[in-house]
């Protein structure tokens, strides 16, 4: 069965501090890794997408990285901001129906 | 040019009524799929459509959900005799062509949060 999991459930960091987000996945074949920021009662944004050949991407202070052989995904944040409490969720493409699988999230809260 | 529109953002229905839920796409994107999405939990598939066409409604439960995306005006999610289990965020994307689970960006809008009293 196709699945999009991701780690930790939650993270709680302070203003200014680093994090990494984690996403694996058994979606096979694949054709594309998606980052979605999604603010409380809002709509995903989507932050980076990766094709399978991709190692890794970066959007500011945000940097995707993706390992295909393990089938492993990580969202590092660089310096984070008061506006980086969301939840990040991790979406991967299955290429032999274009649908978009998508993981649970993590729930990111950056207190000052 | 404004993003995805939904409305209402907030609906509130009693068992039994119906629920209808708009969503008016990107200017020039032809393709909508909606979502589902529970408390804690992931979006989930329902439908993609294209104008006057159902694409792919595998994720649309057999009885009492429907969706249509008319040659002129928004989509509609219709959700007759709701229950309970039925309140839950439901957001639509839309792309500019199709197949973007391969090809591309999907934009989504900010949803509408149904409550089944």
């Known amino acids: 069965k196709n699945q999009v999991e991701q780690s930790p459930q939650s993270l709680i960091i302070l203003e200014g501090k680093n994090c990494t987000l984690q996403?694996?996945?058994?979606?096979?074949?694949?054709?594309?890794l998606r980052w979605y920021k999604q603010d409380t009662g809002r709509g995903p944004v989507s932050l980076t997408i990766?094709?399978?050949?991709?190692n890794t991407k970066s959007n500011g202070r945000y940097t995707a990285t993706l390992d295909a052989d393990t089938k492993q995904s990580s969202l590092h944040i660089t310096a984070s901001q008061l506006s980086d409490s969301a939840s990040y969720i991790c979406?991967?493409?299955?290429?032999?129906?274009?649908?978009?699988?998508f993981g649970t999230g993590t729930r990111l809260q950056v207190f000052p | 040019n404004a993003g995805v529109m939904q409305n209402p953002r907030h609906l509130v229905r009693r068992r039994g009524q119906e629920a209808r839920l708009r969503c008016s796409p990107m200017?020039?994107?032809?393709?909508v799929y909606w979502y589902r999405q529970l408390p804690e939990e992931g979006l989930k598939f329902m439908v993609y459509?294209?104008?006057?066409?159902?694409?792919?409604e595998s994720g649309m439960p057999k009885e009492r959900f429907s969706a249509e995306f008319p040659k002129e005006g928004p989509s509609i999610l219709r959700i007759q005799q709701v229950v309970r289990g039925d309140s839950a965020a439901y957001f639509c994307?839309?792309?500019?062509?199709?197949?973007?689970?391969?090809?591309?960006?999907?934009?989504f809008g900010e949803g509408s949060r149904l409550t089944v009293l």
């Open positions: 996403c694996n996945y058994t979606v096979s074949p694949f054709s594309n």
């Open positions: 459509l294209q104008k006057e066409n159902i694409i792919d």
């Open positions: 990766m094709t399978f050949s991709e």
């Open positions: 979406v991967v493409s299955e290429s032999n129906t274009d649908k978009l699988i």
């Open positions: 200017k020039g994107h032809s393709h």
């Open positions: 994307a839309s792309s500019p062509y199709g197949l973007a689970g391969r090809t591309g960006e999907l934009f």
